[in-house]
């Protein structure tokens, strides 16, 4: 079976996957150096009252495509949330539950620089709605966090956490970047411990990514830990946080019992997102036509104000076409260890199970996915190692050498029969005989892509990556 053809029809009816709702707030008190999100440093006061009144213009033009149905979660990302005032959070949920409507318990979480904490502010943002944080601690090392160019301390951040749980939240996440200028073994098993001793519910635990277009990626520091150490890291941190209760759920994502970050889920589980802010991206199954759209907002905040609720706010739109989905559906589905159930591909791609059948087959044949328990999903050997195990052009995997991502995002770009990616000496080693030598060449850390760019599959570690 091959991607043209294979008649991908969509002979199922779409039903729509849980609602979750995703505001972008774009500005940061300092640009990191390292990051490549839609976030811009502060040069004045924020225009929040101009940019409450254009995200509330916005969700009135993306209504149609979801009416009727229910947000079971809102995510304040960016950018640094944290830096608009509760009332403007308020203003904001306000504004969205009176046109859509939420369900009860709903999770509405807030992304926060331990930078802009202040007394009181926690309070009046659980008394607004939010309901859990998401800190972006990065590191308790002031070195590191000096080399990452944060604008707060270890203190800073540790009295953050507190004052939070403090004001009443309980639900908390804490973001933790790894393989950082500088760091070894014992410097980020004592972030990890650090940061399991202010309990929180959830860790997210990020290899640090050389993005394009950020100053990390134009010079990069010096120090970084090559991928052995990296991954050796990984795999360090990896065992202590489930020593500590911390359950591995996705890449980079551990959680206490029941306490997994429902918003990511919905991503992951292919499910559907309004997207509002200054370069918000959504997806939405339209039901009624069997249609699965995305769109997307203007990116710098300006322009988004300026065009917010007119159709210059929408700055694209397209459709997932039925061939599209079942590579979607993988990128997002194989993130996580459980995997996937079928019924949930029918039901959201709109494409019967067997419109896949042969390459699921040939995958499960080559040890790269089982089935469990009615699901499908990584080889326990994959999600042990940490392995990332990315469908990049389903449904034509090869047995040839894989290719790309495998980074933070999980976001792919085309192979490049030219590039070449490093395998880490342990990922080698922990090598299952069943996956072949030319899946995870045994002898040699550099791995060649010599597969078509449009029909590679790659399954890859995920300390390897595209080269600058
Ligand atoms: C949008 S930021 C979150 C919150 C807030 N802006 C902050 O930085 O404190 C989301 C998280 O992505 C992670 N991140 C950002 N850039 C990264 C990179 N280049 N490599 C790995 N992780 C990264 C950081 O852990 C960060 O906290
Ligand atoms: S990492 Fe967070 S604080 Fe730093 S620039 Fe990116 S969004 Fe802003």
Same mark, same amino acid.
């Given at each position: 079976m091959s991607a043209t053809a /294979?008649?991908? =029809?969509?002979?199922v009816a779409l039903m729509p996957p849980p609602l979750s709702l995703y505001i972008h707030i *774009?500005?940061?008190v300092r640009k990191c150096p390292y990051c490549d999100f839609n976030s811009h440093g502060l040069? !004045?006061?924020?225009p929040v009252d101009a940019y409450v009144a254009a995200l509330l213009g916005d969700l009135d033009q993306d209504l149609p495509l979801a009416w009727g149905r229910t947000v079971h979660s809102v995510f304040f990302g !960016?950018?640094? #949330?944290? %830096?608009? #005032?509760p009332e403007a959070i308020g203003a904001i949920l306000d504004g969205a539950s009176a046109r859509l409507r939420f369900a009860p318990g709903a999770e509405i979480t807030l992304e926060t620089n331990p930078g802009t904490a202040e007394h009181g502010r926690f309070r009046n943002y659980l008394a607004a709605g939010v309901n859990r944080l998401s800190f !972006? @601690? $990065?590191?308790?090392?002031d070195t590191c966090l000096k080399r990452l160019g944060r604008i707060h301390d270890s203190a800073e951040a540790d009295a953050a956490v507190k004052m939070a749980q403090d004001d009443g939240f309980d639900n908390i996440n804490l973001d933790l970047m790894y393989a950082? #200028?500088? $760091?070894d073994r014992a410097m980020a098993e004592d972030d990890v411990a650090r940061a399991v001793s202010l309990a929180p519910t959830h860790i997210s635990h990020y290899q640090l990514t050389l993005e394009p277009n950020t100053l990390f990626f134009a010079r990069p520091p010096r120090g970084l830990p090559d991928d052995d150490d990296a991954w050796a890291i990984q795999e360090h941190c990896q065992t202590m946080l489930a020593d500590a209760g911390y359950a591995q759920y996705e890449i980079s994502a551990y959680a206490r019992p +029941?306490? $997994?970050?429902r918003h990511n889920l919905n991503y992951w589980g292919f499910g559907d997102y309004l997207g509002i802010g200054a370069g918000a991206h959504g997806k939405l199954s %339209? +039901?009624?036509? +069997?249609r699965i759209v995305r769109r997307h907002k203007p990116r710098h905040p300006s322009a988004y104000i300026d065009a917010? !609720? /007119?159709?210059?706010?929408?700055a694209g739109e397209e459709s997932v076409t039925p061939p599209q989905r079942p590579f979607e559906f993988m990128l997002n589905a194989?993130?996580? %260890?459980e995997g996937f159930d079928p019924a949930h591909f029918e039901q959201r791609t +709109?494409?019967?199970?067997d419109s896949i059948g042969a390459a699921l087959a040939r995958a499960i044949d080559a040890g790269w996915l089982e089935r469990l328990d009615g699901r499908i999903r990584p080889p326990p050997w994959a999600s042990a190692s940490t392995t990332t195990w990315s @469908?990049?052009?389903?449904? =034509?995997?090869? /047995?040839?050498v894989p290719a790309c991502n495998a980074s933070r995002g999980g976001i792919i770009g085309p192979c490049s029969s030219s590039s070449t990616w490093r395998v880490p000496t342990a990922a080698r080693t922990s090598r299952?005989?069943?996956? *072949?030598?030319? @899946?995870? *060449?045994?002898?040699?850390k550099t791995v060649r892509c010599a597969v078509d760019p449009s029909r590679c599959c790659c399954a890859f570690p995920m300390t390897a990556r595209c080269p600058p």
């Open positions: /294979t008649p991908f =029809e969509a002979t *774009p500005w940061c040069k !004045g006061a924020m !960016g950018g640094t #949330p944290s %830096l608009f #005032p !972006g @601690v $990065q590191s308790f090392d950082l #200028p500088g $760091q +029941g306490r $997994q970050c %339209l +039901g009624h036509d +069997g917010a !609720g /007119t159709p210059a706010g929408i194989l993130r996580l %260890l +709109g494409l019967p199970i @469908v990049c052009s389903w449904p =034509e995997p090869t /047995t040839s299952p005989r069943s996956i *072949p030598a030319t @899946v995870m *060449p045994s002898t040699s």
